[in-house]
């Protein structure tokens, strides 16, 4: 409990508490944060699973040149994803 409350209070130093959230309760609190979590967690597991068969299969020459281009595009667009959910 005292972790949480610590998390919590560490949370209200942020604009976000001020601006969005302002009064929210503990529980209010720990459902965003396991939504965050999981949904950061979530953008991991797909980041891995695009990244390691990329990787597994540039080393084997198994995808074709014509593909870079794209496969470059959805990389970026996925990372550019990833550095708005962050910002």
């Known amino acids: 409990h005292a972790d949480w409350l610590a998390e919590f209070e560490r949370y ?3 604009p976000q508490y001020a601006q969005v959230n302002a009064g929210m309760s503990l529980d209010e609190f720990k459902f965003i944060y396991w939504w965050e979590w999981g949904h950061r967690f979530l953008g991991r597991v797909l980041g891995l699973v695009f990244f390691v068969p990329l990787v597994v299969l540039a080393a084997r020459r198994a995808i074709p040149r014509r593909l870079w281009g794209a496969i470059g595009v959805i990389g ?12």
Do not use: D, E, P
């Open 76 to 87: 970026a667009l996925g990372a550019l994803q990833g550095f708005v959910g962050w910002w």
């Open 12 to 14: 209200k130093q942020i």
